[in-house]
T-cell receptor
Framework: SQTIHQWPATLVQPVGSPLSLECTVEGTSNPNLYWYRQAAGRGLQLLFYSVGIGQISSEVPQNLSASRPQDRQFILSSKKLLLSDSGFYLC????????????FGPGTRLTVL | KQEVTQIPAALSVPEGENLVLNCSFTDSAIYNLQWFRQDPGKGLTSLLLIQSSQREQTSGRLNASLDKSSGRSTLYIAASQPGDSATYLCAVLETSGSRLTFGEGTQLTVNP
């Protein structure tokens, strides 16, 4: 069966520090991968999605970047965190891009102080 | 721009009640609609996915309906249980297939 992992589970970082969140999927090949952010009082916002290694699409301009160095690995990064980057970050995967069920990881709670 | 609204934002019911959660969307040109469950501090779990050509989907005690022309979907939960307590999110995929828009969710509490 397929599983999706995210780490760390929680993270507290100072403003201006770098960030690296990792997501890995097991039990499937060529998944479509997604990064979402859920901020307090707001719905889920799609940040990035990827259809394959090295292929990243960005949905919103922001302080963050994403990379996909391996088929089942998706990384969310920042060079310098802002207070507004605080939130709950969710990784997800699906077989078809957007058109079928997305399976979500457990999430990373990021607090920027 | 697609907007998804969920009403109510929070709902508290006694165990055993049947209940309905509502989701509305502004652009009826959708590919599908999904309902998710999110437990506190956790990721999302997909509950039901309704294609735009379908009227409803059922899974156990859950039934989701879709009225695309009026921009509405409902999630019906029969015989609610304390374990159903969670936030329920709906999300619509636009016809172009390139944007999934989520509502802010309904926080459900089922009291024993």
């Amino acid at each position: 069966s397929q599983t999706i992992h995210q780490w760390p589970a929680t993270l507290v970082q100072p403003v201006g520090s770098p960030l690296s969140l990792e997501c890995t999927v097991e039990g499937t090949s060529n998944p479509n991968l997604y990064w979402y952010r859920q901020a307090a009082g707001r719905g889920l916002q799609l940040l990035f999605y990827s259809v394959g290694i090295g292929q990243i699409s960005s949905e919103v301009p922001q302080n963050l970047s994403a990379s996909r160095p391996q088929d089942r690995q998706f990384i969310l990064s920042s060079k310098k965190l802002l207070l507004s980057d605080s939130g709950f970050y969710l990784c997800a995967w699906s077989v078809s891009l957007f058109t079928d069920t997305q399976y979500f990881g457990p999430g990373t709670r990021l607090t920027v102080l | 721009k697609q907007e998804v609204t969920q009403i109510p934002a929070a709902l508290s019911v006694p165990e055993g009640e049947n209940l309905v959660l509502n989701c509305s969307f502004t652009d009826s040109a959708i590919y599908n609609l999904q309902w998710f469950r999110q437990d506190p501090g956790k990721g999302l779990t997909s509950l039901l996915l309704i294609q735009s050509s379908q009227r409803e989907q059922t899974s156990g005690r859950l039934n989701a309906s879709l009225d695309k022309s009026s921009g509405r979907s409902t999630l019906y939960i029969a015989a609610s249980q304390p374990g159903d307590s969670a936030t329920y999110l709906c999300a619509v995929l636009e016809t172009s297939g390139s944007r999934l828009t989520f509502g802010e969710g309904t926080q459900l509490t089922v009291n024993p």
